[in-house]
């Protein structure tokens, strides 16, 4: 199995800037595109962003796109997400996900999630 952990959620004013983390562990071998998706009070979880396994595709939600940045580090196998000018519509609980196979979808057809780490951007 693959567990994934996510940190670097808190409270933020609006503008500004928090940095997520989230580090695999276990069976790592199965991990290969990996990608970031939110749920906010309500709504449905939707898709924030992808990374393929090398770093060089890349995919971001129309929403976040120009503020947010997601990177890997294959080595300590652990994605991250930068997210710039955050607005109080970004507010929700950050989840990463991870496939099995190297193709990167916008749709929560991934096969590992972590347990989710909160944002709140106040106006």
């Known amino acids: 199995q693959v567990q994934l952990v996510e940190s670097g959620g808190g409270l933020v004013q609006a503008g500004g800037s928090l940095r997520l983390s989230c580090a695999a562990s276990?069976?790592?071998?199965?991990?290969?595109?990996m990608g970031w998706f939110r749920q906010a009070p309500g709504k449905e979880r939707e898709f924030v962003a992808a990374?393929?396994?090398?770093?060089?595709?890349?995919y971001y939600a129309d929403s976040v796109k120009g503020r947010f940045t997601i990177s890997r580090d294959n080595a300590k196998v652990t994605v991250y997400l930068q997210m710039n000018s955050l607005k109080p519509e970004d507010t929700a609980v950050y989840y990463c996900?991870?496939?099995?196979?190297?193709?990167?979808?916008?749709?929560?057809?991934?096969?590992?999630w972590g347990q989710g780490t909160q944002v709140t951007v106040s106006s």
């Open positions: 276990g069976r790592t071998f199965n991990v290969y595109a």
């Open positions: 990374v393929s396994w090398s770093g060089g595709s890349t």
């Open positions: 996900a991870a496939r099995a196979t190297n193709e990167i979808v916008t749709t929560t057809r991934y096969d590992y």
